[in-house]
């Protein structure tokens, strides 16, 4: 059974960049035809598709964020990175990694990350 | 990017009821549509995808229907475990999109 762990700070500053990491277990991030994604919910609130990254290592953002989103794949240590830069009080959100060939039906716990100087 | 509108926003319901929540989206999707279950401090949780497909592990007790624009989630008789927000998500174009979620309450 795949599973899925983020990991990461809890508080970052406004301006600095969010980094988070998911570490996947029983199974590899190099998997055929898996994708690997990042979404987000504001708290109270619905959920943002943030962008993923193919098995192959191509990637697709939300044009929303896209010019302060980047995905990563390390496949040695079969991770996955986001990173969100410039970020505001706005970017506050439980933040989930997800993973599968179609919509996501592996998910992570989620993390809060919480702007805030 | 595709809007998803999920109706109504919540209710309330009581065990053994029969409820349909529906989702609309703003362009066709096809059967590019998925359900998800999430409970508070959780997760949420695949429970339809391709509009009708049941995850394998999901009660029979949930269904789902539609193409083209217009979806529906049906549970036949609820349980007490179905008290939970439920979203749909359409996967046919990127940016993928969510509705906005609808909170199935107890009555």
């Known amino acids: 059974q795949v599973q899925l762990q983020e990991s990461g700070p809890g508080l970052v500053k406004p301006s600095q960049t969010l980094s988070l990491t998911c570490t996947v277990s029983?199974?590899?991030?190099?998997?055929?035809?898996?994708?690997w994604s990042w979404i987000r919910q504001h708290p109270g609130k619905g959920l943002e598709w943030i962008g993923y990254?193919?098995?192959?290592?191509?990637?697709y953002y939300n044009p929303s964020l896209k010019s302060r989103v980047t995905i990563s794949v390390d496949t040695s240590k079969n991770q996955f990175s986001l990173k969100l830069s410039s970020v505001t009080a706005a970017d506050t959100a439980v933040y989930y990694c997800?993973?599968?060939?179609?919509?996501?039906?592996?998910w992570g716990q989620g993390t809060l990350v919480t702007v805030s100087s | 990017a595709i809007r998803m509108t999920q109706s109504p926003s919540s209710f309330s319901a009581s065990t053994g009821d029969r409820v349909t929540i529906t989702c609309r989206a703003s362009?066709?999707?096809?059967?590019?549509l998925a359900w998800y279950q999430q409970k508070p401090g959780k997760a949420p949780k695949l429970l339809i995808y391709?509009?009708?497909t049941l995850q394998s592990g999901v009660p029979s007790r949930f269904s789902g229907s539609g193409s083209g624009t217009d979806f529906t989630l049906t549970i036949s008789c609820l349980q007490s475990e179905d008290f939970a927000t439920y979203y749909c998500q359409q996967y046919y174009s990127y940016p993928q999109t969510f509705g906005q979620g609808t909170k199935l309450e107890i009555k």
């Open positions: 990254i193919y098995y192959s290592g191509s990637t």
């Open positions: 362009q066709g999707i096809s059967s590019y």
């Open positions: 391709a509009a009708s």
């Open positions: 029983g199974g590899s991030i190099s998997s055929g035809g898996y994708y």
């Open positions: 997800a993973g599968g060939t179609g919509p996501p039906d592996y």
